[in-house]
T-cell receptor
Framework: KQEVTQIPAALSVPEGENLVLNCSFT??????LQWFRQDPGKGLTSLLL?????REQTSGRLNASLDKSSGRSTLYIAASQPGDSATYLC??????????FGTGTRLLVSP | EPEVTQTPSHQVTQMGQEVILRCVPI?????FYWYRQILGQKVEFLVS????????KSEIFDDQFSVERPDGSNFTLKIRSTKLEDSAMYFC??????????????FGPGTRLTVL
């Protein structure tokens, strides 16, 4: 059964710092991995999707990498801003259609 | 930009009552999903739907749950007899395809279901 873990559970940084969020999964037989952002009481906003054949994806200040064989992904946020404060979720898609989510990393960027 | 919409945003019901949660997926998408998130817990998959039938479901999705695409735009989740433990945020999602390629799942804002 696929298990997804995210470390750290919470992170507090001053504005302008570069930071890395980690995601690990137990079963490397995945089709893709998706990173989401969740604001309190709100839905999930898709940030990046990495196919299993890819090593990384970039969107603006965000860069996600995938090492499928070791069961790891990282989300790199450059020059963090207070507006980046949210919970970041990673989710992997395995055998069929469902996404299996991690517990999330709660990020607070202070001005 | 197209988005998934859900109604209502918040539903309060009494235990044992039936509820229907509604979603309008992105118009050219073919795959539809329901997930839920109990407060403080992970987002959990419930069911996926393609070509007017369930294509995958989790062990949570028992006989109390059903899904339907009653017309060309809506996708609904029905809970027949709600329990206290059904209280959660329910998210609808849709994707253009299921496998490699354009299979990003786009999520709606959620319906917060409170069972009293």
């Amino acid at each position: 059964k696929q298990e997804v873990t995210q470390i750290p559970a919470a992170l507090s940084v001053p504005e302008g710092e570069n930071l890395v969020l980690n995601c690990s999964f137990t079963d490397s037989a995945i089709y893709n991995l998706q990173w989401f952002r969740q604001d309190p009481g709100k839905g999930l906003t898709s940030l990046l999707l990495i196919q299993s054949s890819q090593r990384e994806q970039t969107s603006g200040r965000l860069n996600a990498s995938l090492d499928k064989s070791s069961g790891r992904s990282t989300l790199y946020i450059a020059a963090s801003q207070p507006g980046d404060s949210a919970t970041y979720l990673c989710a992997v898609k395995g055998g069929f259609q469902k996404l299996v989510f991690g517990t999330g990393t709660r990020l607070l960027v202070s001005p | 930009e197209p988005e998934v919409t859900q109604t209502p945003s918040h539903q309060v019901t009494q235990m044992g009552q039936e509820v229907i949660l509604r979603c309008v997926p992105i118009s050219n998408h073919l795959y539809f999903y329901w997930y839920r998130q109990i407060l403080g817990q992970k987002v959990e998959f419930l069911v996926s739907f393609y070509n007017n039938e369930i294509s995958e479901k989790s062990e949570i999705f028992d006989d109390q749950f059903s899904v339907e695409r009653p017309d060309g735009s809506n996708f609904t989740l029905k809970i027949r007899s709600t329990k206290l433990e059904d209280s959660a945020m329910y998210f609808c999602a849709s994707s253009e395809f299921s496998r490699a390629g354009r299979d990003t799942q786009y999520f709606g804002p959620g319906t917060r279901l409170t069972v009293l």
